[in-house]
């Protein structure tokens, strides 16, 4: 490569935002790919190939290793898809050491219109929410003109 044209950017569907409304801050993330200042809790986001139908589905994994079910909360307000995590501290436990803090978090995507939530799974300390964005259709339709 040409020490002039600098470094090549590759265009992802979210560049667009076809799927969810960054902050600058996390456009500017997913632009360099640095993990720097992103809150707790860290999260992936990923593209999965079309299903059958040609449905599109986007997948964001957020790491809540420590939290039960019970103490994950996901709901979807004003177009806004919202993770909420608080977990309750066992006041009969007695640590030693506590490297692992009882936190709270709240974690919020902007959905683009169109994009809905199609399933959340917690598995092995990982909270995997799918987002699908129906295929659609390139329907032609005429428009009738009307005259004075």
């Not at 589905?57 to 957020?62: C, N, S």
């Not at 806004?80 to 608080?86: A, C, D, E, H, P």
Request: proline share 3%.
């Amino acid at each position: 490569m040409d020490k002039g044209l600098g470094k090549m950017s590759r265009v992802t569907p979210l560049d667009s935002r076809l799927w969810l409304g960054l902050s600058a801050g996390e456009a500017q993330l997913l632009r360099t790919g640095k993990a720097g200042e992103g809150g707790y809790p860290p999260y992936n986001i990923e593209l999965l190939p079309a299903d059958e139908m040609g449905a599109e589905t986007l997948r964001i994994t957020l790491a809540v290793a420590g939290f039960k079910i019970e103490d994950l909360d996901i709901s979807l307000e004003q177009g806004q898809l919202i993770v909420r995590g608080k977990q309750i501290e066992d006041k009969e436990r007695e640590f030693l050491h506590r490297g692992i803090a009882t936190r709270q978090f709240k974690r919020s995507f902007t959905l683009a219109h169109g994009v809905e939530v199609k399933k959340a799974e917690l598995n092995n300390g990982l909270l995997a929410i799918e987002l699908e964005r129906p295929q659609q259709g390139s329907e032609a339709r005429k428009v009738c003109i009307s005259g004075a």
